[in-house]
């Protein structure tokens, strides 16, 4: 079975700074799909950004990117130039690509991140 | 894009009384998924639509919890003889299709008194 880990509970950054959210995975396949999302408190989990495992090149999204490390089995979110809004739990999520198992996402604990203005 | 709808926003019961909430999937969403959430986790699955069939269920928690999602549109999710233990937060996602991003829903927060 896959296990997402994510080892750091809660993380702080001084606005404008820039901060790295770590997460590991275990997974026997070679082809799945890693995600981060943002949950604001009493808001909504929103889509950060999304990494396809056969895919080398890291994605981007505005001032979010992330190190995917396949064999190391590691994938971490930069936040550059952190802003106030940035202030969220953060989740770092697999799925898997073979069809009939792509359906359900498998979560990690997620990382409070707080921003010091 | 009105986005993925749920209702209630909260619901506090006495426990041993069935509660029912309701999630609204984006329009053209053929794919609905609910999950649990408990206070400092990540979300927990529980069971996947395509349309109408339920083609996931074995991971609702106990055979207290059901789900329908009648004519393929909205969705509810059942729990019958609350417990304690169902204390949580209740979040219902969507997709085009079930390799595509899943968007969700603000979740229903469930206390049991």
């Known amino acids: 079975a896959q296990t997402v880990t994510q080892s750091q509970p809660e993380m702080s950054v001084q606005e404008a700074e820039t901060v790295t959210l770590s997460c590991t995975y275990d997974t026997s396949e070679s082809d799945y799909y890693l995600f981060w999302y943002k949950q604001p408190p009493s808001r909504q989990m929103i889509l950060v950004i999304r990494q396809e495992a056969y895919k080398q090149q890291n994605a981007t999204e505005n001032r979010f990117s992330v190190n995917f490390q396949k064999a190391a089995k590691s994938f971490s979110l930069k936040i550059s130039d952190s802003q106030l809004g940035d202030a969220a739990m953060y989740f770092c999520a697999y799925r898997s690509a073979i069809g009939g198992s792509n359906y359900q996402l498998i979560w990690g604990a997620g990382t409070k991140l707080i921003i010091k203005p | 894009d009105t986005g993925v709808s749920q209702d209630p926003r909260h619901k506090i019961t006495k426990r041993g009384q069935n509660v029912t909430f309701r999630c609204d999937p984006i329009?053209?969403?053929?794919?609905l998924y609910w999950y649990r959430q408990t206070l400092g986790q990540g979300p927990e699955f529980l069971t996947y639509?395509?349309?109408?069939?339920?083609?996931?269920k074995s991971r609702l928690l106990s055979d207290r919890f059901s789900a329908e999602r009648p004519k393929g549109s909205f969705s509810t999710l059942e729990i019958q003889r609350t417990e304690q233990g169902d204390s949580a937060m209740y979040l219902c996602a969507s997709s085009l299709e079930a390799g595509e991003p899943q968007h969700f829903g603000d979740g229903t927060r469930l206390s049991i008194l």
């Open positions: 639509f395509q349309n109408e069939a339920q083609l996931e």
């Open positions: 329009s053209e969403h053929n794919r």
